[in-house]
Nanobody
């Protein structure tokens, strides 16, 4: 059964860090680009990062650039998103998704993804 499961969310103070993980199963994740999205209350879902199959380049939205690092662990079949210097505006449900292709061009287009995780809540508050 093909599945993506996010974990690592929680409550963190402004300026803190979290490491989100996307555990994949049922497919060879290293052959696909994996994207990270988030959806804040009352807002549309936003594509924030993508790592291609070759993971030679990584992609970030301006809203997280310089504070986020996406990486793969092919042995564990996970894709991780390290988020640093978190701000209250980062409060959202974070999702990982499998892209239909191996690259990240136009990664923010949700139509280019075919499987999604259930999401993990990140709340940044003092």
């Amino acid at each position: 059964q093909l599945e993506l499961v996010e974990s690592g969310g929680g409550l963190v103070q402004p300026g803190g860090s979290l490491r989100l993980s996307c555990a994949t199963s049922g497919f060879t994740s290293e052959n696909y680009a994996i994207g990270w999205f988030r959806q804040a209350p009352g807002k549309e879902r936003e594509g924030i990062s993508c790592i291609p199959a070759t993971h030679t380049d990584t992609y970030y939205a301006d809203s997280v650039k310089g504070r986020a690092i996406v990486s793969r662990d092919n042995a564990k079949k996970t894709v991780n998103l390290q988020m640093n210097n978190l701000k209250p505006d980062d409060t959202a449900v974070y999702y990982c998704a499998r892209r239909r292709v191996a690259w990240c061009l136009n990664y923010a287009s949700e139509a280019t993804y075919d499987y999604w995780g259930q999401g993990t809540q990140v709340t940044v508050s003092s």
